[in-house]
């Protein structure tokens, strides 16, 4: 079924928090390490801002479809921002704009040459760069949900839960939209797909790797896809990434964990057992 673009831009709304119970997380904290996990993906949600801004200068801004949803993407991203910085607060935790000020201005001439950098590849390869867009896009975002519910569903925390599940289901339209697009534009188009595939084997690396120290990476990663349940996961974002034409038999998620040297067996991240007051 194809993706209702109309129906998506009409029904788009911040992410709704006002109705949980956040001093919860005061009187049951989250353990350091998956506050340091919520960190990096609050950083990642907020940095939305510049993904958008360097692809305003490739062919995809052209594209009515593609421009109507990445103003909705990127509005939905912020507020997934503005809602685990609200969680993060409750720990003590504070992001604020001067600090994502001071963490784009350490990324110094990467970030800055990122929009040429675009602009003269989605030039130099014309309308087949849309396809790139949309097959990157939907690899991050399969992966993202991945993250967010498997967080949820790691931690335990009913309140967490709750919050992660509703990020969640604003992802899946995410991948429905990135991915709809890339199996349309990768069918019409042996040259895209090549490109495509290129692009994914060699560039390809988790979101938030070109934000983020690569400890911060690394401990994201294997917090939530060390074991055998992770990497189960992710073999699964990596088979949709494969049913996309031209892309069969890329592993391009699985290898980022082999990478990092992220165990395939074990039981992974096993969070304090809670109990109730």
């Not at 907020?46 to 909705?72: I, K, Q, W």
């Not at 993202?144 to 992802?171: C, D, F, P, S, W």
């Not at 069918?187 to 934000?211: H, N």
Request: glycine share 8%; with cysteine; net charge negative.
């Amino acid at each position: 079924m194809a993706f209702d673009i109309d129906k998506y831009t009409a029904g788009s709304k911040p992410v709704a928090w006002s109705d949980i119970d956040l001093e919860e997380f005061e009187r049951d904290p989250l353990p350091p390490e998956t506050l340091r996990v919520l960190r990096y993906m609050c950083d990642v949600e907020y940095h939305t801002v510049c993904y958008l801004r360097d692809l305003l200068t490739t062919p995809s801004y052209n594209e009515p479809e593609v421009g109507a949803f990445m103003t909705m993407w990127n509005r939905e991203e912020f507020w997934h921002g503005e809602a685990l910085a609200a969680v993060l607060g409750k720990h003590g935790i504070t992001v604020d704009f001067d600090e994502l000020k001071s963490t784009r201005l350490k990324l110094g001439w990467k970030d800055r040459l990122d929009p040429i950098k675009q602009s003269l590849l989605g030039g130099m390869v014309g309308k087949d760069f849309v396809a790139v867009h949309m097959a990157w896009g939907a690899v991050n975002e399969w992966s993202a949900n991945a993250a967010y519910l498997r967080m949820a569903k790691l931690e335990q925390h009913e309140t967490l839960a709750v919050l992660l599940k509703r990020i969640g289901a604003q992802e899946t339209k995410h991948v429905a939209f990135y991915a709809s697009q890339a199996r349309e534009r990768l069918a019409e188009s042996r040259k895209a797909q090549v490109l495509t595939r290129f692009v994914l084997d060699r560039f390809w690396g988790p979101v938030g790797s070109t934000i983020s120290e690569e400890s911060e990476v690394k401990h994201v990663m294997g917090h939530l896809f060390a074991g055998e349940e992770g990497r189960k996961l992710i073999q699964d974002v990596d088979s949709h990434i494969a049913k996309l034409p031209g892309m069969e038999g890329l592993r391009i998620v699985e290898k980022s964990l082999d990478k990092r040297g992220i165990a395939a067996e074990g039981p992974g991240y096993v969070p304090a057992q809670r109990v109730a007051a």
